[in-house]
């Protein structure tokens, strides 16, 4: 296992107070368990938890880790949800700025597809001879030709 791997089993085996109960939560062996904890203390070259046949109990060294091992996990969550969110289909209003010329000859042609490959945004075509104020209109998109 890896890294990150490791510091979720040692942050479960705390949480869940025990080898068994973390193995169940995380649908694994106790015996594995126990071996990444101890390749774990292994590598940090320190005991992190003082265990007895019933019950876990964290060393000074293991809680300082267990809080910045929390600190990390939750921040790999943040991570993964901002590019889950990232990787969803477009939705809400887009301002295309254009000239009626290439609107009608590049965009009108075009559109269809687009709105059925982007079913939940909605385009919102201006069209104008001048760009005018475009921060102002609230314009996502301007294109001008020549």
């Not at 979720?8 to 106790?30: C, D, H, K, M, N």
């Not at 046949?53 to 809680?63: A, K, N, Q």
């Amino acid at each position: 296992m890896n890294k990150w791997e490791q510091m979720q089993v040692f942050v479960t085996a705390v949480e869940q107070g025990s080898f068994s109960a973390a193995a169940r939560r995380l649908q694994i062996s106790p015996s594995a368990v126990s071996k990444l904890i101890s390749r774990l203390e292994g590598r940090l070259g320190t005991r992190l938890l003082n265990r007895t046949t019933r019950s876990l109990h964290l060393t000074e060294v293991g809680d300082a880790f267990y809080r910045r091992c929390g600190e990390i996990l939750a921040e790999l969550d943040e991570a993964e949800a901002a590019m889950t969110s990232l990787g969803q289909s477009p939705k809400g209003i887009l301002r295309v700025n254009s000239s009626p010329g290439f609107a009608s000859h590049q965009l009108l042609p075009v559109l269809p597809d687009f709105q059925r490959r982007y079913p939940d945004l909605t385009v919102e075509l201006q069209l104008t001879g001048k760009a005018g104020d475009l921060v102002a209109e609230g314009v996502d998109v301007a294109i001008r030709c020549g």
